[in-house]
């Protein structure tokens, strides 16, 4: 069964930066498309950012410039850099698969203030 681990969520001001990470177990990690997801409450789960076996990477249009994905495969986690944060970010950030095909993790919560 493959699990995913979010972390390094948090409560930050506008303009301040916050790293995620996701641990992925179950699954061979290094030849999986991974990709984070945020869901603000009441609204549909909708992609941010995916990153392929080979690092390609691809981003919603309100992240790019500002978030950032990377993987590493020792560890088997994905991480997401997310500067620049905007009040709008504010969401539960979960990880998965790309294109989705797993059950979902606990996610990570990010709160940005204005």
């Known amino acids: 069964q493959v699990q995913f681990v979010e972390s390094g969520g948090g409560l930050v001001q506008a303009g301040e930066s916050l790293r995620l990470s996701c641990t992925i177990s179950g699954t061979s990690f290094s030849s999986e498309n991974i990709g984070w997801y945020r869901q603000v409450v009441g609204q549909q789960r909708e992609f941010v950012a995916r990153?392929?076996?080979?690092?390609?990477?691809i981003y919603v249009n309100s992240v790019k410039g500002r978030f950032t994905i990377s993987r590493d495969d020792a560890k088997s986690t994905v991480f997401l850099q997310m500067n620049a944060l905007r009040p709008e970010d504010t969401a539960m950030y979960y990880c998965?698969?790309?294109?989705?095909?797993?059950?979902w993790g606990k996610g990570t919560l990010v709160t940005v203030s204005s």
């Open positions: 998965n698969s790309y294109p989705l095909k797993h059950g």
């Open positions: 990153i392929g076996p080979g690092s390609d990477t």
